[in-house]
């Protein structure tokens, strides 16, 4: 997990109460210390606030010397708007994200600080000069902006860990005919800082021939410590699945990579003659991110899930493939390249052949796929939507009891707030891709405040309103 520096400074001037102004510093100061070492990060503060424009710059220089990537600061007294002006040409030059922290104002007698009209001044400017900003505003140690703040920590720590992410696609690009596979890979770089690499499916064919027996075998000691072996499953397709595990994993180590984008078909039937789908879910079990037909939007959606969740959960990618809108429920699966920790209690992941490739007459059942109920509990779905990832759809629900509507990974949604064909009228009439993230835990605020950062328009609900709602909509 990324230790996120943080920058904290105060600002204020001399015609207010400056004995306050010290006292609320200093408090600050030491809770906002004690915030940044609790969230397994480090603190960059001044021993006093700043009152003068030269030293407000010589700070921000010192911030950016030490890598600061969250600047936090409190107007503690009224300041100058020139110092508010040098935050905004330090903030937009380092792609810094800025929280503006406004405190409680001592009543009675003269005003001491006027605290939060300087707070209200400062984002004035930083609005007028483009810059994004949050505000947040109490004592220290106030529980509402504790609760803030610790959001804004997680958020801009999954900033920074997108910035410093490598990924690699694993073929010649998307699926054949999978449209909403397709990516701007500048773009990305630009919005989320992540980096791509393009690997040919023949190095991964190579990798895994070359292996010998003895080396091989890891996968299917994998496999069977993991699933139940179902009897159709062959010697011969557990031997490939292990060759294959052993190719990637050793491709992702050498690389360095964070994440893997694979390019499941039709290379790996047609030439290696099997699926990846149990590979897929082994990579992810091992906190290798991995998304199936070379999704990359897909992969950094998981990615976003990843990282808000400080890397304690799993995220899987699957289709939307049922609705029952009488319990205002989605239906989840996809066929089989689910992490086998995402099961559900007191059931086995089953290793079978696939439900669906191979199984028409005259046919032979193709590949390995892992079965699996997922686990209940409260979860959220993500998807960053368009090839540039300039839009995403959240959403939020608990995943119930449920058979297995369809062979494969499954998962049944029940939603908490938004009704099923408001939802389906939105990502049917929003274009959204038809692949989505799955992750346990409620993170949606997390996920929002990450989007602002990276400038992501979240998908408002379009609502059905008996069909009038129906209609392909398009953004201004």
């Known amino acids: 997990m990324h230790q996120l520096r943080l920058g904290f400074l105060g600002v204020s001037q001399l015609n207010f109460d400056t004995q306050l102004t010290v006292a609320n510093y200093a408090a600050a100061r030491q809770w906002v210390q004690e915030l940044a070492e609790g969230a397994g990060g480090a603190l960059e503060a001044l021993p006093a606030s700043v009152v003068e424009t030269k030293d407000a710059i010589e700070a921000l220089s010192r911030f950016a010397a030490a890598g600061v990537e969250l600047l936090l600061v409190q107007t503690t007294c009224f300041a100058s708007g020139e110092v508010a002006s040098e935050i905004a040409s330090y903030a937009s030059r380092y792609r810094i994200p800025v929280v503006l922290w406004g405190i409680p104002e001592p009543t009675g007698g003269a005003l001491r600080a006027n605290s939060f009209c300087c707070q209200n001044f400062y984002t004035s400017i930083l609005h007028a000069r483009g810059v994004p900003f949050k505000w947040v505003w109490g004592a220290p140690g106030a529980e509402e902006l504790t609760r803030q703040l610790e959001r804004t920590v997680t958020a801009v720590r999954a900033l920074e860990q997108l910035r410093r992410t490598k990924v690699a696609v694993l073929g010649s690009g998307r699926v054949p005919g999978f449209y909403g596979s397709n990516f701007d890979e500048l773009a990305l770089k630009e919005r989320f800082g992540v980096s791509v690499s393009r690997i ?6 190579r990798r895994a021939a070359a292996l010998g027996a003895a080396e091989a075998e890891a996968g299917v000691v994998e496999l069977r410590d993991r699933t139940s072996i179902e009897g159709g499953v062959t010697d011969e397709a557990l031997e490939r699945v292990s060759r294959m595990h052993v190719a990637l994993t050793s491709l992702a180590a050498e690389g360095d990579f964070d ?16 699926v990846v789908c149990a590979n897929i879910g082994l990579l992810n079990d091992e906190g290798i991110v991995t998304s199936d037909e070379a999704d990359l939007l897909g992969l950094v959606s998981m990615l976003c899930q990843r990282y808000v969740t400080q890397e304690r959960e799993v995220p ?28 559900r209690a007191g059931t086995t992941p089953v290793s079978a052949m696939h439900s669906i490739l191979g199984r028409a007459e005259g046919e032979t059942p193709t590949g390995v796929v892992i079965e699996q109920l997922l686990r209940l509990g409260p979860a959220t779905v993500f998807r960053l939507c368009g090839a540039e990832g300039a839009r995403a759809l959240c959403f939020t629900g608990e995943v119930v009891d449920s058979p297995m509507i369809f062979q494969g990974a499954y998962a049944s949604l029940k939603l908490d707030d938004l009704e099923a064909r408001d939802l389906v009228n939105t990502i049917l009439v929003s274009g959204v891709e038809h692949h989505y993230s799955l992750c346990y835990t409620r993170h949606e605020d997390e996920l929002d405040e990450l989007m602002y950062w990276l400038d992501v328009e979240p998908l408002e609900v379009v609502p059905y309103d008996e069909g009038r709602g129906a209609f392909a909509r398009w953004e201004e």
């Not at 040919?200 to 064919?205: A, K, N, R, T, W």
Request: glycine residues 10%.
């Open 259 to 274: 994440g893997l984008a694979i390019r499941c078909w039709p290379e790996y039937v047609d030439i290696y003659g099997t």
């Open 200 to 205: 040919d499916l023949s190095e991964v064919f």
């Open 316 to 343: 899987t990618l699957l289709d939307w493939s049922y609705t029952d809108f009488e319990a205002n429920a989605v239906g989840l699966w996809h066929c089989g390249a689910t992490a086998c920790g995402l099961a």
